[in-house]
């Protein structure tokens, strides 16, 4: 599933500009790079770069990176939860995690796993072991969830009336709202989009394959019957991760039994405002889709994970005395016959209708782009 970024080759995005002519001092000429280690020309140059690369800003409390200059309250509320919230937080769940570890292992006893152009996995077993992965799997995701300060998650199913404007647009034909969904499709924040998303459905997800060999997480990451895709790769492996999502969507479309996937379109996270170009491997199986809107509002910390280290998130997430998710499932999606002869204007009409229902703001920005803003970012702080 190759990227799809609008004027990438066209538009690359830079991380150096022309310096002003003109300056403070008097002078007609400055030939110092643009990352510069005075606070001031540094304020400046993350001004423009979020300008920029608005979609992976950052505006929490902790600033740009979690490394942003905090108040007297926020050291003390920090410095309080370090010592309480954060080490009760940690055991309880790596318990949990334990704990729903030796269930599936037991469930997946004798058992051989699925194989199949390099996948594996354990999510096409029937009969108990199934359920009991399942029931299970849903409950300790939600309890995880509860652990880390989501108390309560706001849901709101949208029913079709709401879209019924998109319906007539697109042409849906009433007939085929019988017809099962092969997947289900999100913006994506933050790899808590994955335990939600665990604890309402217990989908399957696309996921790096090295996740297979993770302690603990491999063996959970199989009995949800993840596809793993070498993301580094530019081999041929993309066209057989493709192949094995779409199938995998047209399993789940014309059987109940099976697990639906459940795909992040954008390829990469956003702040949580912004919804990126969608990728089409979701939608080439043809199947109907079920989109799905994430929002964490926040008044101190923002979950959303871009631009900070993973351990920082974690340690300011745990930290976090109370986090709150807001989540818009919209109808089922039916294509319309044009969509489905038009992957790419099947995605993009989907995108069009969250953003439109999600009130997000769409981007043309994507994963280079991405790249490019962090490497300018540790380049500032680097030299500041």
Known sequence: MESELKDLNSKPAKTTQKPDPTHDDGSTKDDRPLLKSDSSSADTNIQELEKKFAAYVRNDVYGT??????????????????????????????????????????????????????????????????????????????????????????????????????????????????????????????????????????????????????????????????????????????????????????????????????????????????LLPFKTGAFLARAPVVPVILRYPYQRFSVAWDSISGLRHVVFLLCQFVNRMEVTWLPVYYPSQQEKDDQKLYANNVRRLMANEGNLILSDIGLAEKRTYHAALNGLFCQS
């Open 65 to 274: 990176m979690g490394r942003g200059k905090l108040p007297l309250k926020e050291k003390l509320l920090l410095g309080i939860a370090l010592v309480t919230l954060l080490p009760v937080r940690i055991v309880l769940g790596m318990t949990i995690l334990v704990f729903y570890y030796l269930i599936c292992r037991v469930c997946t006893l004798f058992l051989a796993p699925n194989r199949e152009d390099e996948q594996e996995d354990y999510a096409h077993m029937g009969g108990w072991r199934r359920a009991v992965i399942v029931r299970s799997g849903r409950l300790f995701s939600r309890v995880m969830l509860f652990l880390v300060g989501f108390y309560w998650i706001n849901e709101t199913h949208r029913d079709s009336a709401n879209t019924q404007e998109n319906s007539k647009t697109e042409g849906i034909n009433q007939s085929e709202e019988q017809e099962r969904p092969g997947a289900i499709v999100s913006n994506h924040v933050s790899y808590l989009d994955i335990l939600y998303h665990m604890s309402s459905s217990f989908p399957s997800f696309v996921a790096k394959r090295s996740v297979a060999k993770i302690p603990l997480v491999g063996l959970i990451s199989k009995c949800l019957g993840c596809v793993y895709v070498q993301r580094e790769s530019k081999s041929s492996d993309f066209k057989g991760v493709a192949g094995v999502v779409t199938e995998r969507v047209c399993e789940a479309h014309q059987n109940e039994s099976a697990p639906m996937m459940m795909l992040f379109p954008e390829g990469t996270t956003t702040n949580g405002d912004f």
